[in-house]
């Protein structure tokens, strides 16, 4: 167990009295623990060994230990169903069902878009997230930092309806809840949200006046990025080059904010609360990081801060609530909305309505996009100007889309594509939704907010229009270019491990003996029956397979033996110990994972 350095007595003794069998941070919500009292499980019978598999810590936010799986499926079905990606599936390792990533890959070169979802419904810490939570603790105990925190429009939706307040309380609460724990300003994601909208709008008037790379599609959603470079490359270039918010107001913090602190970006430490698991993924991408320093520090998700509070006993519901801090806590209903799925098309059309017009308007609803289905499609006529979109959440359907995009049948000029069905509201970090009724609670609560927002559109907010004159010039210009832009790339899948990392996050390890003339005349039949001999007088044969294979293509090299990609040449058939000492033992004897017999 890990005792965090920031843990008061009280918390690091609750801590230590909890269930530690099986190492997991569910300390709360742990659901295996919820059903065997449920369901009256005692441990009467002698409990199996744990299987021996070693924990795969190779994705930037996951970790998978699969020595905790039961076999439930409700991971694949989140990924598959939920999600629309298709990483994970079933498959056979000597006679036994396992549930891992497609083709026993890493899991992060399959077509996993680090949503998270497959986190939240697993049952047995099978599958969990890395730490975030110490790092934060430790920045707001360092007094060389100052920490400041954004707050994204979908936590409110999800904190109000948790601790059922109204949007603007959850707000007031987190707020002070945040400060009370040593936060120094706590912001608004949904200013930076109008801020996308003066970039995103902009580029979309540019591209329509042009005629060029359309459809426009959204990219402030870092699962639908991971998705479209691993799995829809082809479509890069008509992606909006705009940073999500989250990534602009980090942008803000350390180049324009540090500097009104007087303080070099370094001490100012920024943590982003989200709804969303795939933004952690997406804070730790080397193009949001200068010279080595972060522009967003750390992600914390709603479920965290929840936490956070519950560890350091404070109850949100008697707290007094406080104004957020200006200038980024001044936001318009057009930001707010972009917790929901529409939200930032309805916002960007806000904006177009006015510059294509050269009128103010006054009616600000485009209800033909709000709503919770999977596509949604818009006509809007602007003096003689038609603009069509398309609205999508949900992989599976991003994917019917592109498939129509490709057959040049998606006539849109803008396309909106969260991951998350019905957006962010439904985020996997976001306490799950209980009733059937909650997502569209979540939505209200968020339509509300902008219904009483005394500022509506994204081009009203002062404290937008202060930061163009003050800083970035105009929106497209050159300073916001630099700031506030970035492009993505093709994202390769292959496999190029090198062969300690590959046997080390392969819960089963194939070793290809070529079998071919060659290699057969030099004695690979006795390399098969040696090695699956030293294999099993190890106790190994759990985790390699010694399989036949043809043609290795180096014939004057042989006998030979692949290890995923690797071939190893002149394997001797005498000495087939010495290819497992060389190859296999080293790889194993670096593996931390405590393995029980
Ligand atoms: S993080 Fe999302 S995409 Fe990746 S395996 Fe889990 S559910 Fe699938
Ligand atoms: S949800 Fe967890 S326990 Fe269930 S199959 Fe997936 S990894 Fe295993
Ligand atoms: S829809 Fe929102 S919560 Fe879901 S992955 Fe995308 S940004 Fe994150």
Redesign the pocket.
Known sequence: MEVSETWDVATAMREASRCLQCGCTERYDCQVRQYATKYQVTFDAEMRPMRRVPVDENHPILVRDPGKCILCGLCLKACREMEGSAALTYYEVNGTLTIGPVDQRPLDKTSC?S?GHCVTVCPTGALTLKPTLPNVYRALNNTSLIVAAQIAP?VRAAFAQYYGLTGEEAMGRLCAGLKQMGFAYVFDTCWAADLTIMEEGTELLSRLAKGENLPQFTS?????INYCEKMAPDLLPLLSSCK?PQQMFGSVMKQYFAKQLGVKPDRLYFVSI??????KYESRRPEFCHDGVPDVDAVLTTNEVIRMFREKGIDPLTLKPQELDLPFGNVSGAGIIFGASGGVSEAALRLAAERITGKRLDKVEYTQVRGLKGIKEATIELDGITVRLAVV?GLQNAQQLIDRIRAGDAPYHFIEV???PG??I????NPAPQLSTDREERLEVLYRMDAAAQIKKSQDNPAVQAIYSEWLGEPMGEVSHHALHTTYGRRSMRVDQPIEELIQTQPVVDLGVCVSTNCYLKGSWRVMEELAEELRQRGLTDRFRVRARFCANNCANGPSVTIGRHKVMHVDPDNVKAFVEEYILPALEKESTPVKG
Do not use: E, H, I, Q
């Not at 402030?220 to 639908?224: F, L, R, Y």
């Open positions: 878009v949503c979908a402030c959603c870092p699962a639908w999500s989200m709804p969303c698991n795939a933004k959440s969260m991951a998350c957006g962010c439904n985020g996997s970090g």
